[in-house]
């Protein structure tokens, strides 16, 4: 584990994995330093952007979160309370291409895509985007060799070992399960993303 100088105001740390991103991101909102005005959690990384701020101060300061946020065997996540619930008509264009591909009937893939607890990992490629972690391996799919043009706010769909609701109309080469009509992000919420680092979900059927 290391820190590292990220641009002109930011600091990298590098942890031990997402439990202990997850942990120290929860740390740095309830203790955020002064001067920090972006914390940026990911798989093994979580980014500080502080200008301004003396970055000698800054990382004793994030060594020492460091230290508190290290899991311990059995520890608890990061977020605790209940699972987040999306409710899912699962009606999506590639639902029946993943059955074909994953060797199962359709039912099924909707029920491994509900049978299971999901984790926030991380949020990135568009704002609200949450990959979402702990997906069953038999729906680990490929994205679709050519991506879609644009992709309904709304949609569900999985890639690999992730799987995510789609918060705004964009591009995107994920398999399409279905579609939620639960808003998980919106611009004038304080926060406008509905999802969190270390947050669980589970998916029902609408």
């Known amino acids: 584990m290391s820190i590292r100088t990220a641009g002109e105001h930011g600091l990298l740390v590098e942890t031990a994995g997402l439990e202990e991103s997850h942990r120290l991101d929860a740390l740095l909102r309830e203790q955020r330093p002064e001067g920090v005005v972006e914390i940026v959690p990911g798989p093994s990384t979580v980014l500080v952007v502080a200008p301004g701020v003396d970055p000698a101060r800054l990382r004793v300061q994030l060594e020492a979160l460091l230290a508190l946020a290290s899991p311990a065997p059995g520890g608890e996540p990061a977020e605790a309370g209940e699972a987040v619930v999306v409710p899912v008509v699962y009606d999506g264009a590639d639902l029946a ?18 049978g299971r607890e999901l984790v926030v990992g991380w949020l990135g490629f568009a704002p609200g985007f949450a990959y979402l972690t702990g997906l069953d391996p038999v729906l680990h799919v490929p994205r679709l060799a050519t991506p879609r043009t644009s992709v309904p706010a709304g949609s569900v769909a999985i890639a690999g070992p992730y799987s995510a609701v789609y918060p705004s109309a964009s591009p995107g080469g994920w398999r399409l399960l279905g579609r939620t009509s639960l808003r998980v992000w919106d611009v004038r919420a304080d926060p406008p993303s509905l999802f969190r680092p270390g947050m669980r979900v589970r998916f029902e059927a609408a």
Do not use: F, K
């Open 97 to 114: 291409d993943v059955a074909a591909e994953a060797g199962v009937p359709v039912e099924e893939v909707v029920a491994r895509h509900t």
